[in-house]
């Protein structure tokens, strides 16, 4: 890391002075995969792809595949870069935490990553992922957090009704607080709606989430907490 150098001070057209900024040091952190040496050098800790993403330099970790995804490498599943140095054979997966390069053809396959996907061959009848998904960000993550605000607010409710009124049965407070002073039940359906538009895993955790939550809160197996 080279330190600030001094600005000089400018002129406009009519002479007048323009006084430079004051420099300001640039502030890195080492991120993942890198290490700060000496107060001033970040080096690589790990063989890979160096990256700079608001001043955190990190170095992402990269799998490179020599031939084919086929049937002998099985679905590639990887949290750094994936290179693909030929095809993706029908049926196959390719799905990494940051990006995809795929230097042959994709017959039939699923491509997915959280970044970039460059496919230089040709894509026929593939299903291609990249970057965030928008319908979860948009529709599906603020009715999550929506649910968990309402859960966070019956908690706090029972636990100041049941201080009060320590005598009367936990269970019967929770099940009268939770069905009938929140909206879990109309944000559950809504969110069970979306499903069928998002990825299957993500679908399917949200659905065990949502099961458990309808199996413990919200059905009499509440009445029997005590």
Do not use: W
Not at 72 to 77: A, C, D, F, V
């Amino acid at each position: 890391m080279i330190p600030a150098i001094p600005g000089v001070d400018g002129m406009t057209v009519t002479g007048e002075v323009i006084k430079a900024r004051p420099a300001k040091e640039a502030v890195f952190k080492a991120g993942k995969g890198a290490v700060i040496l000496n107060n001033n050098r970040i080096v690589a800790a790990i063989s890979g792809r160096p990256l700079l993403e608001k001043g955190v330099v990190s170095v992402n970790p990269v799998m490179n595949v020599p031939g084919d995804v086929d049937v002998s490498t099985g679905n590639i599943r990887f949290d750094g870069d994936v290179v693909v140095k030929g095809d993706v054979k029908d049926g196959l997966k390719v799905i990494a935490g940051r990006d995809i390069i795929i230097c042959g053809n994709c017959y039939h396959a699923i491509i997915k990553t959280g970044k970039n996907v460059e496919i230089r061959g040709k894509v026929i009848n593939c299903k291609v992922t990249a970057g965030p998904n928008v319908l979860e960000h948009l529709y599906v993550r603020p009715v999550v957090v929506k649910i968990n605000n309402e859960l966070k607010a019956a908690i706090d409710r029972v636990a100041t009704i049941y201080s009060q009124q320590n005598a009367q049965n936990l269970g019967q407070l929770m099940y009268r607080v939770i069905n009938e002073t929140t909206n879990l039940k109309t944000l559950i359906e809504h969110l069970e709606s979306l499903l069928p538009l998002i990825e299957d895993e993500v679908a399917t955790d949200i659905s065990k989430l949502l099961n458990k939550i309808q199996g413990e809160l919200l059905n009499i197996n509440i009445l029997q907490i005590d």
